[in-house]
């Protein structure tokens, strides 16, 4: 009984205290090697995991605050270094590794990490060569995320002022340690939804070279996400030539250095001048030889054809030959319509007024020697000088009135005249004239003459079934 005397006693809270505070002690901060198993994130977001090796198995947690600080997110089966403090959950009588920081446990297994999201990636097609955008020649604005302090950014705009001068968007970010894949992503998704009037045509992701474990930040895979996404060709500027990142895969060109990525982004500008040069040499050239080649064309023509004062002779010549056939023509024209006309047998009403001229003075004549015979057989001789001439002359010149109103209202109803104000004569297969549409068969050939000449023509039939002729 003496010797369980002298044992302290505790209640169970002061023991789990008295516990709590030899550990914290002890081990307030420890960094444990192991792999990642029974890995499950709660609603809470506090994240529970043991990590275990080939002896023993430590139960660890992250609280929520501590997740969005994490360089690497916890899965299971990978082999990282755990930075934390031992603390006790006295409800279940366990200590536990409360986490504040996780890494890699060396680049064996980072390496694995990267491998194993580049395998889903690339299985999703992030990194399929269709998706590679172009690039403009020649951008109106460039963007660069990457740190604003160090020689990154100083190599960009050197080189681009060099080659091509552009107006510089640099997006300042961290680019390696804790929340940096974050805060790039978050600079990759805000200049993409930039408006048009101040996105960059080109996007560099750029930083310098480093260990695996600090560019880790670009196998982020959010942010490789990010970049596959951007709207904004993306050039890639990770590290020395001879490191590579999941965002290399992901962005539409990778570039071995910064510098290279600026050399990249725009082209020289004195080489485009002397390009430009070389192709406006190359243009009045083959300019000057066109001209040539056609004006020693056009001489050759010229020579080819005649003289002016050659040309304008024919051409009176060829004027004159027309002039001489047209009067020949219309000169047989007539002919044929004179003779068609006689063969009509038709008198001419001058002839009508020649033969009552002639009847006139013949019975003029013939009254003048009955007048001269009645007064001879009166006894009245002597007076036939004085008063005979004056009776015959005046009766004379009333008949040669009458006649020629007569001529005049006979040549106004005179055949030619009558063809001549647009009337025709219309004449059946014998020469018997038509004067009624009935009379006219369908099918039958009529003639029909006008002034100036004739036309043949074929009689049809209206929808009324009057006559109507056709020419033929």
Same mark, same amino acid.
């Given at each position: 009984m003496d010797s369980l005397s002298n044992v302290p006693e505790y209640s169970v809270g002061d023991l789990a205290g008295a516990i709590k505070g030899v550990l914290r002690e002890n081990f307030g901060r420890v960094r444990v090697r192991g792999e990642i198993t029974e890995c499950k994130r709660y609603p809470s977001g506090h994240i529970y995991l043991s990590i275990k090796d080939s002896e023993a198995k430590l139960e660890a947690v992250v609280w929520k605050m501590t997740v969005r600080n994490l360089a690497i997110t916890p899965e299971n089966g990978i082999e990282i270094v755990a930075t934390g403090r031992i603390d006790t959950y006295a409800d279940r009588s366990k200590y536990q590794l409360v986490i504040e920081a996780l890494e890699y446990a060396g680049e064996g297994a980072l390496l694995a990490a990267i491998e194993k999201l580049r395998v889903k990636l690339l299985a999703e097609g992030l990194f399929a060569p269709e998706r590679k955008r172009g690039f403009p020649t020649i951008p109106a604005r460039i963007g660069v995320i990457t740190s604003e302090k160090g020689a990154v950014i100083q190599d960009i705009r050197t080189t681009i002022a060099r080659r091509f001068p552009r107006p510089i968007l640099l997006w300042p970010v961290p680019v390696q340690g804790q929340g940096a894949a974050e805060k790039i992503t978050q600079a990759i998704q805000a200049m993409g939804a930039l408006p048009p009037g101040l996105r960059p045509d080109l996007l560099i992701i750029a930083r310098g070279g480093g260990s695996l474990e600090d560019l880790a930040a670009f196998n982020d895979e959010a942010l490789v996400r990010a970049a596959a996404a951007c709207p904004i060709p993306v050039i890639s500027a990770i590290g020395h030539e001879t490191d590579t990142t999941l965002l290399d895969f992901a962005a539409d060109r990778r570039a071995p250095t910064p510098t290279a990525a600026a050399e990249m982004a725009v082209p020289p500008r004195m080489e485009l001048l002397a390009d430009l040069? %070389?192709?406006?040499?190359?243009? $009045?050239?083959? #300019?000057?030889?066109?001209?040539?080649?056609?004006?020693? /064309?056009?001489?050759?023509?010229?020579? &080819?054809?005649? /003289?002016?004062?050659?040309?304008?002779?024919?051409?009176?010549?060829?004027?004159?030959?027309? =002039?001489?056939?047209?009067?020949? =023509? #219309?000169? /047989? %024209?007539? =002919?044929?319509?004179? &003779?068609?006309?006689?063969?009509?047998?038709?008198? $001419?009403?001058?002839?009508?007024? =020649?033969?009552?001229? &002639?009847?006139?003075? #013949?019975?003029?004549?013939?009254?003048?020697?009955?007048?001269?015979?009645? %007064?001879? +057989?009166?006894?009245?001789?002597?007076?036939?000088?004085?008063?005979? @001439?004056?009776?015959?002359?005046?009766?004379?010149?009333?008949?040669?009135?009458?006649? @020629?109103?007569? &001529?005049?209202?006979?040549?106004? *109803?005179?055949? *030619?005249? *009558?063809?001549?104000?647009?009337?025709?004569? *219309? %004449?059946?297969?014998?020469? +018997?004239a038509i004067t009624r549409a009935a009379q006219a068969r369908a099918g039958a050939a009529i003639t029909l003459t006008f002034a100036d000449g004739k036309l043949a023509a074929k009689v049809q039939k209206r929808e009324d079934d009057a006559a109507q002729g056709s020419l033929l």
């Open positions: 040069l %070389q192709r406006a040499g190359r243009l $009045h050239h083959g #300019m000057q030889a066109g001209l040539q080649t056609r004006r020693l /064309g056009l001489e050759r023509a010229a020579r &080819a054809l005649p /003289g002016m004062p050659d040309q304008l002779a024919q051409l009176r010549q060829r004027i004159d030959d027309r =002039a001489e056939r047209l009067r020949q =023509a #219309m000169l /047989g %024209q007539l =002919a044929g319509r004179g &003779a068609a006309l006689g063969r009509l047998g038709l008198p $001419h009403p001058r002839e009508g007024v =020649a033969a009552r001229h &002639a009847q006139l003075k #013949m019975l003029g004549n013939r009254l003048q020697a009955g007048w001269a015979a009645a %007064q001879m +057989k009166r006894g009245a001789a002597p007076a036939l000088g004085r008063f005979s @001439a004056a009776p015959i002359a005046a009766l004379l010149r009333q008949r040669a009135t009458e006649l @020629a109103g007569q &001529a005049a209202r006979l040549e106004s *109803v005179s055949y *030619v005249a *009558v063809l001549a104000r647009g009337f025709a004569l *219309v %004449q059946a297969p014998g020469g +018997k």
